[in-house]
């Protein structure tokens, strides 16, 4: 219909601006206690215990666990891992993505309610949060525009920004302890003579960590972390996840503690909402499984204690699966789903593929060869009697103790392996966790040889010589000798 208006009289339009984001409300967390919040913190300090520790750790003379980039070698503890060893990286993230679908499959978001290091981390700093500023409250009154600033609230705010940033940069520097030897990079920090990418890395992900837990918090678990985005592609009806039990809680409604419900038709939900305030993704769980739930169980440890002051059975918010709440499952019939096809079909592959990660690990040979012909001289004559062909063997100790090395090759009548100045090698030693690349000349008589090209075998053998025992290894690596027209 037209809008029409009085004669000489203008249209008044009445204009209503809609954002299309909405704007983020900061979540302050009220604190809880029970079981699940005592495993969370048992996990934190476990991980934090391992990320803080592991870098200090010695084994025979020098780092633990270090990721040598610069010298292209991981050591972890008695492992060498040289660029070769990739097969072992790539079965290490596939065990990890299949043990985390199998994760997943069984109890949802469990990884990042428990492990993960953006849970890890925000759960250091609201606790630092929570012991500067005070409890929800407090905090959510010293946040407010109206709260006016103060000596008081500057400073409480300086001192709690103060211990994320000590807390993120010691973060920092523990992460790249890992590729740096943490010793040497605590003496350049304490020189002052750290190198610029090292300061570099350490000033980025100091302030990621304190922006990631200090800020951002369940923005990241919300809409940068990938995981939550399929992770409902691996969640079925048998999945535990953390439910709200509707057909035992609604309709809800506040009721006096000496109320009867049943008078009353409520529910055992007494809308006290503290469910919502402990979240700290700030989501309502009795609205269903949402994909921002990161299993924390954070709302059970707050309902089982609602439940307990009303007198009401626990478990109105628990862990469960859809399944066992439509039909009313026991705990047992509840369990006994858990091994579904998808299940075991996740078991069965991460046994398999942990098994050879194992046994490859178990049977490597420390010794590695790599035999390469010196294409600038292929073969030559030498006085008229010898034929000789060059080549350049690189030999690697994967190990930590040293090898004897012997050097034969096979394939044709008298070959011998010289030096570059003549003489027989018989013997060398390769040092521990090291490589020797050793130019070499393979000689025969030309006697009845025929021009062409003619299968040798070098066959490098090795003593490993270890703190107990001497361990005896062999490597066979084919090549060519040429005898020339």
């Not at 409300?25 to 215990?49: E, M, Y």
């Not at 946040?143 to 940069?169: Q, Y």
């Not at 985005?229 to 809680?249: C, I, L």
């Not at 096979?410 to 521990?432: A, H, M, T, Y």
């Amino acid at each position: 219909m037209p809008v029409s208006s009085p004669p000489g009289k203008p249209i008044a339009i009445e204009i209503i601006e809609e954002s299309l984001y909405e704007i983020r409300r900061k979540i302050q967390p009220r604190s809880v206690t029970g079981v699940f919040a005592r495993w969370r913190w048992g996990l934190v300090l476990f991980t934090q215990l391992l990320f803080y520790g592991l870098p200090w750790l010695n084994w025979n003379g020098r780092q633990a666990v270090l990721f040598d980039l610069v010298h292209r070698k991981f050591y972890i503890f008695g492992l060498v891992l040289w660029p070769q060893d990739i097969i072992y990286l790539t079965l290490l993230l596939i065990i990890s993505a299949l043990s985390l679908f199998l994760f997943t499959a069984i109890a949802g978001r469990l990884f990042c309610g428990y492990a993960c290091p953006q849970t890890v981390y925000t759960e250091i700093f609201m606790w630092v949060e929570k012991k500067i500023e005070g409890d929800r409250s407090a905090r959510l009154r010293l946040d407010e525009e109206k709260w006016p600033w103060s000596l008081r609230k500057l400073r409480l705010k300086i001192t709690k920004h103060s211990v994320w940033l000590l807390i993120a940069f010691a973060t920092g520097f523990t992460f790249i302890g890992y590729f740096t030897p943490i010793a040497t990079l605590q003496d350049h920090v304490l020189d002052f003579s750290l190198g610029p990418w090292q300061t570099f890395w350490w000033a980025f992900y100091g302030f990621a960590t304190w922006g990631n837990a200090g800020f951002m918090r369940e923005q990241v678990c919300k809409y940068m972390c990938p995981y939550a985005r399929f992770q409902s592609v691996m969640v079925d009806r048998d999945t535990f996840v953390v439910t709200y039990d509707k057909s035992r809680g609604e309709p809800r409604g506040s009721r006096h503690k000496s109320a009867d419900r049943v008078e009353k038709g409520l529910g055992d939900c007494v809308n006290c909402s503290i469910c919502v305030q402990v979240c700290p993704t700030g989501i309502d769980i009795r609205d269903g499984l949402q994909y921002m739930c990161i299993g924390c169980g954070a709302c059970i440890d707050a309902c089982n204690q609602v439940m307990d002051k009303v007198n009401y059975p626990k478990g109105l918010i628990r862990y469960t699966s859809e399944h066992a709440i439509e039909n009313r499952q026991s705990n047992i019939e509840t369990l006994r789903r858990i091994f579904r096809p998808r299940v075991v079909i996740y078991v069965t592959f991460v046994a398999v593929l942990i098994s050879l990660f194992a046994f490859s690990l178990w049977s490597r040979n420390p010794l590695r060869v790599d035999v390469m012909r010196d294409r600038g001289s292929l073969a030559r004559e030498v006085e008229g009697v010898s034929l000789e062909n060059i080549y350049r063997i690189q030999i690697m100790n994967a190990s930590e103790h040293p090898m004897a090395v012997s050097l034969k090759v096979e394939g044709l009548d008298n070959l011998k392996i010289l030096d570059s100045r003549g003489n027989q090698i018989e013997s060398l030693e390769v040092e521990p966790s090291s490589n020797q690349l050793l130019p070499v000349k393979v000689r025969t008589s030309i006697g009845d040889l025929t021009p062409g090209n003619y299968p040798i075998v070098f066959e490098v053998e090795a003593l490993e010589q270890t703190d107990h025992q001497s361990l005896s290894r062999t490597r066979h690596e084919k090549s060519t000798f040429i005898v020339p027209r």
